[in-house]
Every structure is written in C-alpha cells, then in structure tokens.
C-alpha cells in the first residue's frame, strides 16, 4: 500500500468529506497552515486530504461548525487583503 491509501483507510466518514476532497491543493495547504496541523506532507494531495478531514471531524465533535466558520473567515480576510495588494 502506498502512504496515501493508508492515510486515506483511517479517514472518518463526514459529511463534508466530498466538499474537501474538492478543494484544490492550495487551499488544503491553507487549511494545515491555519489549523497547524502537523501530520499531512505539504505536496500530496492525498495525504492533505485526509488530514484536513480528520481534523474536521475531530473539531465537528468539539464545536460544530466553529472550525468552518474560522477557516471561511481566514479565507475572506485573505482575499480581502489579496485584493488591496
């Protein structure tokens, strides 16, 4: 098995989980940036993907929605500031 597929067998089921494996890898590289996320390599997509859901889920449990909601604020506020440059 390749790393990807092993990473990809402990991804938990979640309802956003089509929506995330729709972003491209830039916003998955924004996602591990803003969250810290420690456990995902920069540059497989794969890998970010599942990183980024299991973080998701884990956070759903916590506080559901208040991860989204901070990931989508960061996001507006980062093209708000692209958008003065």
Known sequence: RQPHDMARSDVPKVSVDSSIRRLDLTALKRYKKHFNLKSATTN???DLQAAVIRHFASQLRADSGKTERSFLK???E???SDKQD
């Open 74 to 76: 960061f996001l507006k």
């Open 78 to 80: 980062r093209k708000s």
């Open 44 to 46: 497989n997509k794969d």
